[in-house]
């Protein structure tokens, strides 16, 4: 007979186990053995094409949890984390833009690189971190921090200070499934509450085919430019993004602060962005693949270090509040109560 394994509890001993267990299994299997996730049919489509769809769904799901009624905190608290993660990753990728030139380097680093990596944060690991670490309030504000899980604000910055030339539908393609979901949310409380478990449902789902589109060989190809670009996204927008939260939201209602910083990654899907741009404005065509490579490194770096930042800053806390740590048994119990 055999016994029962602790799965789930074991990879919640993991900080952001949820989202990064899977990533990091995806990204082994594709470095190792990518033609296993090629043979064909439903296989590939989970596990190797299911990202884009996947992310979709959670951003569809997300939107239906911000109502007109109970909106409140949650909406503020995602206001401030979308706004301080889109600046702070903006504003340094313009600010070489302008001075350097759109196409010239710092360290190694394009302003394509660096708007496409810093500004644009992995929306599920959010989730999965403001479940363990944050509350309800949490988890509902990714709903708006998910508006930067692709091109969108990136697009508008650089087409805005007229560093690149994109056309605005395809700005707003990007938040429709956002849109939609809060106007299903809005009409319908039971529509709400049935696409709620969609929120964390999705994310062992896409985050293992995202580890999928990654490789560790892009560590190496990125090199030291990848690397660095994935620290300055995690001290700059994640560090940075904490004080932020701590700062323009209350104490009496965060849990902890450590929530601001799980917005110092990049995202998954930001892997495309580099190549979006090529697309919409040519001139951006020869230093896609460099940037996309660079981007990859910062993917995979911050998926591993933002989690164990945020255990760090979330148990620094609770060591200055006088508070005990907390067991295996408390963070599934925390894990339950935001599902």
Same mark, same amino acid.
């Given at each position: 007979?055999?016994?029962?394994?602790?799965? /789930?509890?074991?990879?919640?001993?993991?900080?952001?186990?949820?989202?990064?267990? $899977?990533?990091?299994?995806?990204?082994?299997?594709?470095? $190792?053995?990518?033609?296993?996730?090629?043979?064909?049919?439903?296989?590939?489509?989970?596990? !190797?094409?299911?990202?884009?769809?996947?992310?979709?769904?959670?951003?569809?799901?997300?939107?239906?949890?911000?109502?007109?009624?109970?909106?409140?905190?949650?909406?503020?608290?995602?206001?401030?984390?979308?706004?301080? !993660?889109?600046?702070?990753?903006?504003?340094?990728?313009?600010?070489?833009?302008?001075?350097?030139?759109?196409?010239?380097?710092?360290?190694?680093?394009?302003?394509?690189?660096?708007?496409?990596?810093?500004?644009?944060?992995?929306?599920? /690991?959010?989730?999965?971190?403001?479940?363990?670490?944050?509350?309800?309030?949490?988890?509902?504000?990714?709903?708006?921090?998910?508006?930067?899980?692709?091109?969108?604000?990136?697009?508008?910055?650089?087409?805005?200070?007229?560093?690149?030339?994109?056309?605005?539908?395809?700005?707003?393609?990007?938040?429709?499934?956002?849109?939609?979901?809060?106007? /299903?949310?809005?009409?319908?409380?039971?529509?709400?509450?049935?696409?709620?478990?969609?929120?964390?449902?999705?994310?062992?789902?896409?985050? $293992?085919?995202?580890?999928?589109?990654?490789?560790?060989?892009?560590?190496?190809?990125?090199?030291?430019?990848?690397?660095?670009?994935? /620290?300055?996204?995690?001290?700059?927008?994640?560090?940075?993004?904490? $004080?932020?939260?701590?700062?323009?939201?209350?104490?009496?209602?965060?849990?902890?602060?450590?929530?601001?910083?799980?917005?110092?990654?990049?995202?998954?899907?930001?892997?495309?962005?580099?190549?979006?741009?090529?697309?919409?404005?040519?001139?951006?065509?020869?230093?896609?693949?460099?940037?996309?490579?660079?981007?990859?490194?910062?993917?995979?770096?911050?998926?591993?270090?933002?989690?164990?930042?945020?255990?760090?800053?979330?148990?620094?806390?609770?060591?200055?509040?006088?508070?005990?740590?907390?067991?295996?048994?408390?963070?599934? !119990?925390?894990?339950?109560?935001?599902?």
């Amino acid at each position: 007979m055999w016994g029962k394994v602790p799965i /789930l509890k074991t990879i919640n001993r993991i900080p952001g186990g949820l989202m990064v267990v $899977f990533l990091v299994l995806g990204c082994l299997v594709n470095t $190792f053995a990518p033609e296993s996730l090629m043979i064909g049919s439903f296989t590939t489509f989970l596990f !190797k094409q299911g990202a884009m769809p996947l992310i979709a769904v959670l951003l569809f799901c997300s939107g239906a949890q911000i109502t007109v009624r109970t909106a409140g905190v949650a909406l503020w608290k995602g206001i401030v984390l979308n706004t301080s !993660k889109v600046l702070l990753g903006v504003i340094p990728a313009l600010i070489v833009g302008k001075l350097i030139g759109q196409h010239a380097t710092w360290l190694g680093l394009t302003p394509l690189a660096m708007i496409s990596a810093m500004s644009n944060s992995n929306g599920g /690991l959010f989730a999965a971190l403001a479940s363990r670490y944050g509350d309800d309030s949490d988890v509902g504000a990714v709903a708006v921090i998910s508006s930067n899980d692709g091109p969108f604000f990136e697009m508008a910055f650089m087409a805005g200070t007229g560093l690149a030339n994109i056309p605005w539908i395809t700005l707003f393609a990007v938040i429709v499934p956002i849109l939609i979901g809060m106007l /299903l949310g809005n009409l319908d409380d039971d529509m709400r509450n049935f696409l709620k478990p969609g929120v964390m449902l999705s994310i062992p789902f896409f985050a $293992f085919p995202l580890g999928a589109g990654l490789s560790l060989k892009q560590l190496v190809e990125a090199g030291i430019p990848g690397v660095l670009l994935g /620290l300055l996204t995690l001290v700059i927008t994640g560090v940075g993004s904490y $004080f932020v939260f701590k700062i323009c939201v209350p104490g009496s209602v965060r849990r902890s602060g450590a929530v601001g910083a799980a917005v110092g990654t990049t995202a998954g899907n930001a892997a495309a962005t580099p190549a979006a741009f090529a697309a919409a404005d040519a001139s951006f065509a020869p230093y896609a693949a460099v940037a996309t490579a660079q981007v990859g490194a910062s993917i995979v770096i911050t998926a591993i270090l933002c989690p164990i930042l945020v255990d760090f800053l979330y148990k620094r806390e609770r060591k200055k509040a006088g508070l005990a740590a907390e067991t295996p048994e408390d963070v599934m !119990k925390d894990i339950g109560a935001n599902l």
